[in-house]
């Protein structure tokens, strides 16, 4: 069984960072598959940064220059590095991990809650 854990939220003041971490076990994914969401309260989940099957990144414009994904195939996990954090980064973030031939996850985790305080 496939699971996807999340880690490493908090609460954060504005300009501060966080680094969020993203295990799976049950099968191994090419760290390429694994990306992170975030989903604001009243607003859809959205894109905040995943990779292309060949190692490209697309990042939300909202985020550029100021978040960073990062993995580490040996231990399954990527990482996101997020600086210069503002109020409107304030949600609960979600590892999500595509198929191959998908642009959308397949498995997701709980999550983890990032708020920045102003």
């Known amino acids: 069984q496939v699971q996807v854990v999340e880690s490493g939220g908090g609460l954060v003041e504005v300009g501060g960072s966080l680094r969020l971490s993203c295990v799976t076990s049950g099968r191994t994914f090419n760290i390429n598959l694994m990306g992170w969401y975030r989903q604001a309260p009243g607003k859809e989940r959205e894109l905040v940064v995943r990779s292309t099957n060949g190692g490209s990144r697309i990042y939300a414009e909202s985020v550029k220059g100021r978040f960073t994904i990062s993995g580490d195939s040996a231990k399954n996990t990527v990482f996101l590095q997020m600086n210069s954090l503002k109020p409107d980064d304030t949600a609960v973030y979600y590892c999500?991990?595509?198929?191959?031939?998908?642009?959308?996850?397949?498995?997701w985790g709980r999550g983890t809650q990032v708020t920045v305080s102003s």
């Open positions: 999500g991990v595509r198929g191959p031939w998908s642009d959308y996850p397949a498995y």
